[in-house]
């Protein structure tokens, strides 16, 4: 049984190998100059793959073949049931797009938040091809079940997939097919929820229901059933008691709101007034953005801490509050010793 699956295993990836992913009809805008600060110690703007944060109950990556995989799509207001295989997908027309993604069990200045540029087909108008309509237009059904290879289901509303936003079925990932570890070959990606109810790796089946008649694997262990990406900000340097020399010390870090946009971010020491840091040039409104903040640092222990306000105007929350049940909130902060 080992050497069946480490064949079928050495099959799937070389089916991957021979990928090569459809150039986007839709490509991502050019990143504005400025996007990203490249000081020492902070986040890139655009993650590398390997780095790229991976949070999922799988005990063992999924390899699946691109060949024999198929996606089932059903249920509620869809005319006809319609199965897609990868060359489907691809032959559609895709789309590029700048997408910055958070886990839900982040903690506050946690590191499972993570940018890349996704290529994908767009996920409404399969949808909406298919007679899928959004309650607002009278459609049966509010939640989109996502089901994944390995059995996990993921909830979606249907309302916000099919809003204008770019919820997509991705197909590559930084200008490669998706990794096996984060998806491959298909997942989805819906900007401004937190992955539990929207980045369904490994996806196999899609499902029109409602919210009363299934709940999602991470609901029924507690989790909310809806869940948008909290407004949140993070000092990635100095380090949580780092040693620096009295002076010029610039604070840095990165904050998100995604499909809000981050419109202000602001840093204070020693519980003292809030001051407004720079922003870097913003690539859109579903992306992570880049701050600093030079501070005149003097001897002694002292206390950084950020806080974000998004562009509709409201300022994350200083009461720190846990990951259950929709995202963890507070102001993150970090000591420092200046010698």
């Not at 993921?154 to 809003?163: F, R, S």
């Not at 380090?239 to 946009?261: D, E, I, L, M, N």
Request: proline share 7%.
């Amino acid at each position: 049984g080992r050497r069946l699956g480490a064949g079928r295993g050495a099959g799937a990836a070389a089916a991957r190998g021979a990928l090569t992913l459809p150039a986007p009809d839709s490509p991502a805008p050019r990143l504005p100059r400025g996007t990203d600060l490249k000081l020492p110690g902070l986040s890139p703007f655009t993650t590398p793959v390997k780095d790229f944060y991976r949070v999922d109950t799988a005990l063992v990556v999924p390899r699946v073949d691109v060949r024999t995989w198929r996606l089932r799509l059903h249920g509620r207001g869809v005319r006809e049931e319609r199965e897609f295989t990868y060359r489907d997908l691809a032959e559609r027309r895709t789309v590029e797009r700048d997408i910055t993604l958070t886990c839900v069990s982040n903690q506050v200045g946690g590191p499972y938040v993570g940018h890349a540029r996704w290529t994908g087909v767009e996920l409404a108008a399969l949808l909406r091809e298919a007679g899928v309509r959004p309650p607002s237009e009278g459609g049966p059904a509010d939640q989109l079940v996502a089901r994944s290879v390995d059995g996990m289901t993921i909830g979606t509303p249907v309302e916000t997939v099919l809003d204008g936003r770019d919820a997509l079925l991705a197909l590559g990932m930084n200008g490669e097919p998706l990794p096996f570890e984060h998806g491959f070959p298909v997942r989805m990606v819906v900007p401004g929820l937190y992955g539990y109810v929207s980045a369904c790796k490994w996806i196999v089946e899609l499902e029109l229901t409602s919210f009363d008649d299934f709940d999602a694997y991470w609901v029924r262990r507690g989790w909310a059933r809806e869940a948008p990406v909290k407004t949140q900000s993070r000092i990635d340097t100095p380090k949580p008691f780092a040693s620096v020399a009295a002076g010029r010390v610039v604070v840095a870090g990165v904050a998100w709101a995604q499909h809000r946009g981050i419109g202000r971010v602001e840093v204070r020491v020693d519980g003292g007034r809030w001051r407004p840091a720079e922003l870097a040039a913003e690539a859109g409104t579903d992306t992570w953005r880049q701050w600093s903040w030079e501070w005149d640092a003097r001897p002694g222990s002292h206390r950084l801490e950020v806080r974000a306000t998004d562009r509709t105007g409201r300022t994350q929350t200083g009461e720190r509050v846990g990951t259950v049940p929709d995202g963890a909130a507070g102001w993150h902060s970090v000591v420092v010793s200046v010698a």
